[in-house]
């Protein structure tokens, strides 16, 4: 052997030492990098004070049956000289690979070696049991015959007493002596596994009943034992009703009649699937498609029918009809009437209406002793309030304050509707206002009667005989010009009349004989309506009939809703409110718009069902287009109008109305206001996104935005705009709408003139001779060139001669020439017109 053949087989990318090198890394787009590689030896590490360990002993070579030639260890190759780091990292990779595949080769043979072993092993050990099992019945066989040997020796009589006995031991120690013998190898009947005998039907357990279950799950115990039936699983409820149903059919005859067909009154809408119908019949769906098919009507379960056709299949399948529409599932709105003897009496609802600050709220404050004014902005009532007040005599008055501004009409129309009484109050210093005009007109629509409360008596300018004289213009004769209507003079201010105001109120209603049913689900008419930050959507109400208690169910509008808590006009809970009572219902499910009727009903399915019907409804109505022709197309298209785009936010539904009413009216033909979106609450962040994306400004009335709403609003830059007083905002967006519009242009005619001869005026330019015919013709002025009264040009005057001077004016009957701005279309006989522009501040 050489000296490389003694040597261990080096160990795979393992250099003397520690020797770096070099590796070159290629990458995708030609880029290179060059690693440096370091390959040391493992070193064994041992605790402080120990030996290093002993190298292990070689092992005992075994015992080989034959001699096997060893293969030569790999010898090493030669190490090339010149060998670049790059080129020794490769070597030294192949190497390593190849002892790597080496040592696998011979892991796998030695795999291979001993698994033909083991299978060899199993064959030796499956030969002797297959011996040792032969022998077993070698032996068996002879004791068998030796047994049937005896078998014929022995006497009957031993044969007999023998059968009777105990069945043999299998192996019994021969004795001695010859008699037991034949006691000892009696052979028996070999004992055969006894079949399970069918049983038969009746013994069959009932389906449901409970099976015995003798199967015992953990360790027995004493407790176990004794309680047998502890633990197992109680029959349902479901198996011991199919139990007692089949003992009852077995009792009545057997086998189960068929039971009578049920005749059904099945409601069937304007249209059903074919599932529902069978539903509502209480038929298989599979049947009514076959009567269908039957019908040359191809379709599924799923599928829309008319209601022909549902009336069709009704009658087929002997059930009774009955058809409904869609609106039957609303409430219908005619009221149905409460009999005579349900009847009880209940307070009045007085409306106080009349023109702007003529003291209806100092009034209302007076019979209240509150002071509602202070809290009004700009001292005007902008809301619809609602009170009750107890006299001195124990009479309970429900009173509604309504808004005298001009913007308000919604809200006193509704107060004028909802009420019993209506208490005009009119300004003794002030007459007859356009709003005390047009509540008396709400108030005959309504037909309702009217006492006139002439207030600010106390001032030394009141005239109250020129109050009832004006109010004779719009036939409202008072008591003391000889006619119906009661009147009183009042004094807010120093409380003076209010007493005789109360006692003509309570005669009035007297009169009326105002009755209600209050044993009954209740029905409300909102007055206002509002969407509170802590408390969610607010509707203020006031009981027409019926009593509203906590906890009912109703739909008011396009809402539904549960009754969560009842506040009364003092802020204080309650748990329920009779008819004439206003109080605040909490419990919506959004806010509802105002004049909306609330009706209790008698679950929450019910309620869901007419609000979402009534939510079709009003979608349906949103985005029907209007009928249109032509002639209208054409003209919108021609129609140069300026839209400008707001966004409406309010405190309560009234005054959203209010606004977007006032808006609309402030709109011409030249710009018209497009309200893209009116709500209660305050102004959120989807507020702002639509008016960012609308490039509009963003009203807010008594509301202000949220935090994230303030950050968009910052961010986008959108125009806020904040009011509390709706003249303020109708005057700003009057003259923000105006300036929209830019200064209003008008035009006014200086002279006229005549072209008598066109001359040319350098290369050019034309010179027209003209002779002026009305006015006087300026430098510099607007000119406007006419042929057979055809517009030709609009231009300006740029230079103007008499004879070969230039001068600035020539008036009429004279000649000059002028050369026109930025035309040479001129020719004799046209007429030349100039006219001056006077920009003015536009209003709407």
């Not at 080989?64 to 060893?70: L, N």
């Not at 906590?550 to 506040?567: D, H, K, L, M, P």
Request: net charge neutral; glycine share 6%.
């Amino acid at each position: 052997m050489s000296d490389d053949d003694k040597k261990p087989a080096r160990k795979p990318l393992t250099l003397k030492g520690a020797q770096p090198g070099e590796v070159k890394q290629t990458f995708s787009h030609g880029r290179t990098n060059k690693v440096a590689v370091e390959v040391k030896r493992r070193r064994k590490l041992v605790k402080p004070g120990e030996a290093a360990p002993p190298p292990p002993p070689p092992p005992p070579p075994e015992p080989a049956p034959a001699p096997v030639a060893q293969k030569p260890a790999p010898k090493k190759k030669a190490v090339p000289a010149g060998e670049t780091p790059q080129e020794r990292v490769a070597r030294l990779q192949r190497e390593a690979e190849e002892e790597r595949l080496r040592l696998a080769e011979e892991a796998r043979k030695r795999e291979e070696e001993q698994a033909r072993k083991a299978a060899e092993d199993e064959k030796k050990r499956a030969e002797e049991n297959r011996k040792a099992e032969e022998d077993a019945a070698r032996q068996a066989a002879e004791q068998a015959k030796k047994a049937k040997e005896a078998l014929k020796d022995a006497p009957k009589e031993d044969v007999a007493a023998t059968s009777k006995e105990a069945p043999p031991k299998q192996e019994e120690k021969p004795s001695g002596t010859p008699a037991p013998a034949p006691r000892r190898f009696t052979p028996v009947a070999r004992p055969e596994p006894k079949k399970p005998e069918r049983k038969k039907k009746e013994e069959k357990p009932a389906r449901g009943a409970e099976k015995p279950d003798k199967r015992r799950s953990g360790k027995l115990s004493v407790k176990k034992a004794l309680n047998e039936d502890e633990g197992r699983r109680a029959r349902s409820l479901a198996a011991l009703k199919r139990a007692r149903e089949k003992e009852r059919r077995m009792q009545g005859g057997g086998s189960s009649k068929p039971r009578e067909k049920q005749v059904r009154d099945v409601v069937v809408p304007e249209a059903i699937t074919v599932g529902e119908l069978a539903k509502r019949m209480g038929e298989k769906g599979a049947d009514l498609v076959k009567e269908l098919f039957n019908l040359d009507m191809m379709v599924t379960v799923n599928q829309t029918i008319d209601q022909d056709t549902a009336e069709l299949l009704v009658d087929q399948f002997g059930h009774n009809i009955q058809k409904v529409s869609e609106a039957d599932v609303d409430i219908a709105a005619e009221e149905d009437v409460d009999p005579e003897e349900t009847l009880k009496p209940r307070p009045p609802v007085v409306t106080i209406m009349g023109h702007v600050d003529h003291g209806k709220t100092s009034l209302l404050d007076a019979l209240r002793g509150a002071n509602v004014v202070k809290g009004e902005a700009g001292g005007i009532t902008q809301h619809i309030g609602s009170y009750q007040v107890k006299t001195k005599g124990g009479d309970l008055v429900t009173f509604l304050d309504t808004p005298g501004h001009a913007a308000f009409t919604e809200m006193r129309q509704r107060g004028a509707n909802v009420t019993d009484i209506v208490v005009l109050v009119v300004a003794a210093d002030d007459g007859i206002m356009p709003q005390t005009i047009e509540a008396i007109n709400h108030t005959k629509a309504a037909g309702v009667p009217m006492i006139v409360a002439i207030n600010k008596m106390d001032k030394p300018e009141a005239n109250p005989d020129n109050i009832r004289t004006r109010l004779l213009e719009h036939e409202v004769i008072v008591e003391k010009m000889s006619g119906d209507v009661q009147d009183v003079e009042i004094s807010a201010k120093t409380k003076a009349g209010l007493d005789e105001l109360l006692e003509k109120i309570a005669l009035q209603a007297e009169l009326l004989e105002l009755k209600a049913n209050p044993d009954r689900m209740a029905e409300a008419t909102v007055i206002e309506a509002q969407l509170d930050k802590g408390r969610g959507p607010v509707a203020t109400v006031l009981i027409t009939r019926g009593t509203l208690e906590r906890g009912n169910t109703f739909v008011v509008g396009t809402e539904s809703g549960r009754v969560r808590a009842i506040v009364n006009d003092q802020g204080k809970q309650i748990k329920k409110a009779g008819p004439s009572m206003p109080v605040e219902v909490l419990g919506l499910g959004g806010v509802p718009s105002a004049g909306d009727v609330l009706t209790v009903v008698e679950n929450e399915q019910r309620a869901r069902e007419v609000a979402e019907y009534r939510q079709e409804k009003a979608t349906e109505k949103r985005t029907a287009l209007a009928p249109t022709s032509f002639d209208t197309m054409f003209n919108n298209l021609a129609a140069n109008v300026i839209e400008f785009p707001v966004l409406v936010k309010a405190d309560v539904q009234g005054s959203v109305e209010a606004i977007t009413t006032a808006l609309h009216n402030l709109s011409n033909d030249d710009i018209k206001v497009r309200v893209l979106h009116a709500g209660v609450g305050a102004i959120t962040e989807s507020d702002v996104s639509l008016a960012s994306a609308s490039n509009a400004p963003i009203i807010g009335f008594n509301v202000r935005p949220n935090a994230k709403a303030r950050e968009l609003v910052k961010r986008d830059g959108v125009e806020m705009k904040y009011y509390d007083v709706i003249y303020h905002l109708t005057e700003e967006i009057a003259k923000e709408m105006a300036g929209e519009l830019g200064p209003e242009r008008i035009e006014h005619v200086v002279g006229r003139a005549a072209v008598k001869e066109v001359f040319r005026s350098g290369k050019k330019d034309k010179a027209a001779g003209l002779l002026v015919e009305e006015g006087a013709i300026r430098k510099g002025l607007h000119a406007r060139l006419t042929r057979e009264d055809v517009i030709v040009s609009a231009t300006t005057i740029a230079s103007l001669r008499r004879f070969k001077d230039d001068v600035d004016e020539v008036r009429a009957g004279l000649e000059c020439g002028v050369v026109l701005a930025d035309t040479n279309d001129i020719k004799p006989g046209d007429q030349l017109e100039v006219f001056e522009v006077e920009e003015r501040e536009r209003t709407l």
